[in-house]
């Protein structure tokens, strides 16, 4: 009988506090992986940009961008000091961008030329979503350079022929060194 009458009475001491308390606690931020700050584009390479596209100044974190006419690419031109992490990491974040696995190797991507400078020029394509990215980097000691261009499927295809046209028309002044030649 004890141990009831001394069960009720913890029980009632229990429910005694009927005030509702909140309390604030500060959200933590998540840290997101930190991209270098942009490169100047004062050293920025010739292009020839393509019949329909219209290239845009420099604007935040691009070095030019281009609106293609009749169409919903997105079309970028970004600088970073140095190799901005370096050719794996930049195309495994892209392939990242499109839910497709890393690659575990340099060796696996193609490296062709361009102008004299070595380039690596992507088509990477969701196996889940309605969306696809055309990428050429440019790695070079002082300064690397993105090209990208991203949309869904068949907007993407439609200007392969025009981004592959400006890619391949970079070309850089000779005083740069580039580190990506395969």
Same mark, same amino acid.
């Given at each position: 009988?004890?141990?009831?009458?001394?069960?009720?009475?913890?029980?009632?001491?229990?429910?005694?506090?009927?005030?509702?308390?909140?309390?604030?606690?500060?959200?933590?931020?998540?840290?997101? &992986?930190? /991209?270098? =700050?942009?490169?100047?584009?004062?050293?920025?390479?010739?292009?020839?940009? @393509?019949?329909?596209?219209? !290239? *845009?100044?420099?604007?935040?974190?691009?070095?030019?961008?281009?609106?293609?006419?009749?169409?919903?690419?997105?079309?970028?031109?970004?600088?970073?000091?140095?190799?901005?992490?370096?050719?794996?990491?930049?195309?495994?974040?892209?392939?990242?961008?499109?839910?497709? &696995?890393? /690659?575990? =190797?340099?060796?696996?991507?193609?490296?062709?030329?361009?102008?004299?400078? @070595?380039?690596?020029?992507? !088509? *990477?394509?969701?196996?889940?979503?309605?969306?696809?990215?055309?990428?050429?980097?440019?790695?070079?000691?002082?300064?690397?350079?993105?090209?990208?261009?991203?949309?869904?499927?068949?907007?993407?295809?439609?200007?392969?022929?025009?981004?592959?046209?400006?890619?391949?028309?970079?070309?850089?002044?000779?005083?740069?060194?580039?580190?990506?030649?395969?």
């Amino acid at each position: 009988m004890k141990k009831l009458a001394l069960l009720l009475a913890v029980c009632l001491a229990g429910c005694e506090d009927r005030e509702i308390k909140t309390y604030s606690i500060a959200k933590e931020m998540e840290s997101a &992986p930190q /991209l270098p =700050a942009p490169a100047s584009i004062g050293m920025k390479p010739n292009w020839k940009t @393509p019949a329909g596209w219209k !290239e *845009l100044p420099p604007s935040g974190m691009r070095a030019a961008s281009f609106t293609v006419e009749n169409s919903k690419v997105d079309v970028s031109v970004v600088t970073f000091p140095g190799t901005a992490g370096g050719l794996l990491s930049n195309l495994n974040r892209w392939r990242g961008q499109m839910g497709l &696995p890393a /690659l575990s =190797a340099e060796s696996d991507v193609v490296t062709t030329s361009v102008n004299g400078q @070595p380039v690596q020029i992507v !088509e *990477l394509t969701s196996t889940t979503e309605d969306k696809a990215m055309l990428g050429a980097i440019y790695l070079r000691d002082d300064q690397s350079w993105f090209l990208k261009l991203t949309g869904d499927k068949a907007s993407v295809a439609a200007q392969k022929a025009s981004f592959e046209a400006l890619a391949n028309s970079f070309e850089f002044q000779s005083n740069h060194k580039s580190t990506n030649d395969g």
